[in-house]
């Protein structure tokens, strides 16, 4: 039988440390967007807008911010941030809470990963640095056999380059996350794809795991 976390709270005490959160909104048009941007700024917080390669909601402005101390207190924190966007007269469609991968009682193996909600996953960013001309399609498709599905910054501005993400979720122990993403990062790097950056991350709680619905099949790859 698998434990639910019936509130936030609930899901910030099992996994004590460091958090980052997303919290995703209704922005319709470049005056909101705006409107957003600063409300993020004026919070610390990190403002993007994540666009899928497919699926139902492709287009998903979030505030993105790093948290850590006692659970009660980021509860606050985030119910402040939330409280704050609906003031500004923003709907909240989603909350995502992550967890570092150091913090206490991550799961280490697979066993472990199976008492836990379905929300509960290892999440990878591998963030691309690509030429501008890059054949995005055959890149889709090819890392979806690695677990893998491609997004993009809409605020990403460069030329001569496109900047892409590729993301995993893995249900499973530390263990099993960590070969499925060693497998990914060893095929990007053999076809010459250079990788910028590598998050790594626990997510614990998800209010929303829905808005992702049709984004490149769910992920369902075939190697590991």
Known sequence: MKYRF??????????????????????RDQVALQRFVDFCAAKEAKAIVIQLSS???CTQPMLCKRLNGAPERVWEQIQEICDG?????????????????SNANIPQHDEAATQLPDYC?????LKLRLPADYDLSALRETVREYRGRLSSNAFWRDEAHREQFVT??????????????????????????????DIREFNI?????????????AGAGTRS
Not at 175 to 191: H, I, Q, S, Y
């Open 6 to 27: 019936h509130t936030p709270l609930d899901a910030l005490k099992a996994f004590p440390g460091k958090y980052e959160i997303h919290i995703t909104v209704v922005a």
């Open 55 to 57: 699926g139902e909601h």
């Open 85 to 101: 966007m609906l003031s500004e007269g923003f709907t909240v469609e989603r909350l995502k809470i992550e967890a570092a991968i």
């Open 121 to 125: 996953y290892f999440e990878h960013h």
């Open 168 to 197: 995993q979720r893995i249900r499973g122990g530390l263990g099993k996350a960590a070969e499925v993403l060693g497998a990914l990062r060893t095929f990007l790097t053999d076809n010459g794809v250079e990788i910028v950056k």
């Open 205 to 217: 709680y998800d209010s929303n795991i829905g808005l992702d619905a049709g984004w490149d099949g």
